[in-house]
């Protein structure tokens, strides 16, 4: 969270009450490589920030073959 608040804070200042209060309605969630974490045609209503790793978004033809659409660091 320290770079998040660094990156919030070019922005706006934020004291520590406040910096709390905002945090707490973020969830850690550590996630497994190889885990979808969401399908094609569902509603995505979430924040994901990426800490380590990479993400991507996929599609698959109807040979089964995987074309990356678009990588997140």
């Not at 994901?48 to 073959?65: E, T, V």
């Amino acid at each position: 969270m320290k770079y998040f608040r660094k990156l919030v804070e070019q922005y706006i200042s934020v004291d520590d009450k406040e910096w709390s209060l905002a945090c707490s309605g973020f969830n850690k969630v550590c996630v497994k490589k190889g885990t979808i974490v969401h399908l094609a045609g569902d509603v995505f209503s979430d924040i994901w920030f990426i800490k380590s790793g990479l993400a991507r978004s996929y599609f698959m033809d109807i040979n089964g073959r995987d074309f990356t659409w678009q990588l997140y660091f």
